[in-house]
Nanobody
Framework: QVQLVESGGGLVQTGGSLRLSCAASVRTFSSYAMGWFRRAPGKERDLVASISRIGRTTYYADSVKGPFTISRDNARNTLYLQMDSLTPEDTAVYYC??????????????????WGQGTQVTVSS
């Protein structure tokens, strides 16, 4: 499995921006498709965005298309999520995840099997 550590969460006002980072402890980060999930209060954890092994293919949930951008730097073993135009509906714990090694790219939540501890994002109105 991949060890993942998220950072960059915090409190921001509506309309603000945050950039989440996820540091991966693995020899070959480029061998893993990656994703960002979030769990809002009282809701299930949902896939927000995913990216292929070398970053050419991406997926976004309809709720975040436009304001959110997923990217990765394989040389630094780091995954990013740039979040712009944040609203209170984006308040959640955000998790970084790695897909099972068989997948070059995936937007299926069930194919992810390594998780970080999560980072809290709170958007005030």
């Amino acid at each position: 499995q991949v060890q993942l550590v998220e950072s960059g969460g915090g409190l921001v006002q509506t309309g603000g921006s945050l950039r989440l980072s996820c540091a991966a402890s693995v020899r070959t980060f480029s061998s893993y498709a990656m994703g960002w999930f979030r769990r809002a209060p009282g809701k299930e954890r949902d896939l927000v965005a995913s990216i292929s092994r070398i970053g050419r293919t991406t997926y976004y949930a309809d709720s975040v298309k436009g304001p959110f951008t997923i990217s990765r730097d394989n040389a630094r073993n780091t995954l990013y999520l740039q979040m712009d135009s944040l609203t209170p509906e984006d308040t959640a714990v955000y998790y970084c995840a790695a897909a099972k090694p068989a997948y070059t790219f995936t937007d299926n939540e069930r194919t992810f099997d390594s998780w970080g501890q999560g980072t809290q994002v709170t958007v005030s109105s």
